[in-house]
């Protein structure tokens, strides 16, 4: 069974710009999750796909957005880059029901400068 | 809302000390409760969890029981290697129902010392 894929690994943009992060869910789950990381701060959830629908969305500001594909892979795109942006990105898959567990993507450190 | 409270700060220990780091819930409902664990440069690997009241999670060592009474769910290990240094995360997701977000304490970093 495959884990969660994420890519790419590392990313330097400048403030302003745009940002594509990609996530490849374990085999068998049909529900993503995006978490931001400060560094030295615990995960914070930024929002969840089941069937390609958003299902449930934390405190982040419209300009997080993302997309779930048939496959159940999905992306993350942040728009107008801010200097707080940098983090590592988290994705995790699941089945619908949590409950049973998440498995975690080793993350996309994004820096912003 | 749902909330995970870690106590603060790191956790410097010697190699074959016992390990507890303690973590306290707040939530509607039955929660599962989850400890991760992170490694430098990684992301999340699920470390244990339990899905209800008195259920004990246990791996590589590491046990922590769900207390309903107390609202706890303390990590413990009886004798750390120096390969435990990490930081652990606890974390709670409600078992039912849609929108089932993580929701994760600050985290604690440990540093085992040989």
């Known amino acids: 069974e495959t884990g969660v894929t994420q890519s790419p690994t590392h990313l330097i943009k400048t403030r302003g710009q745009q940002v594509t992060l990609r996530c490849s869910s374990q085999s068998g789950h049909n529900t993503v999750s995006w978490y931001q990381q400060a560094l030295g701060q615990g995960p914070q959830f930024i929002f969840q796909?089941?069937?390609?629908?958003?299902?449930g969305r934390g405190n982040f500001p419209p300009r997080f957005s993302g997309l779930q594909f048939p496959n159940y892979s999905s992306e993350l795109n942040v728009n107008a880059l801010e200097l707080d942006d940098s983090a590592l990105y988290l994705c995790?898959?699941?089945?619908?029901?949590?409950?049973?567990?998440?498995?975690f993507g080793s993350g996309t450190r994004l820096t912003v400068v | 809302g749902n909330s995970v409270t870690q106590m603060e700060g790191p956790v410097t220990l010697s190699e074959e000390a016992f390990l507890t780091i303690n973590c306290t819930y707040t939530?509607?409902?039955?929660?599962?409760l989850f400890w991760y664990v992170q490694y430098p440069g990684e992301g999340l690997q699920l470390l244990l969890k339990a899905t209800k009241a008195d259920d004990k999670g246990s791996n590589k060592g590491f046990e922590a029981t769900y207390r309903k009474e107390t609202t706890s769910f303390h990590l413990e290990k009886g004798s750390v290697q120096v390969s435990d240094s990490a930081v652990y995360f606890c974390?709670?997701?409600?078992?039912?129902?849609?929108?089932?977000?993580?929701?994760f304490g600050k985290g604690n970093q440990v540093v085992v010392i040989p």
């Open positions: 939530a509607t409902g039955y929660p599962s």
């Open positions: 974390a709670l997701s409600p078992l039912m129902g849609g929108n089932n977000r993580l929701a």
């Open positions: 796909y089941y069937r390609e629908e958003e299902n």
């Open positions: 995790a898959s699941s089945l619908p029901s949590g409950g049973y567990g998440y498995t």
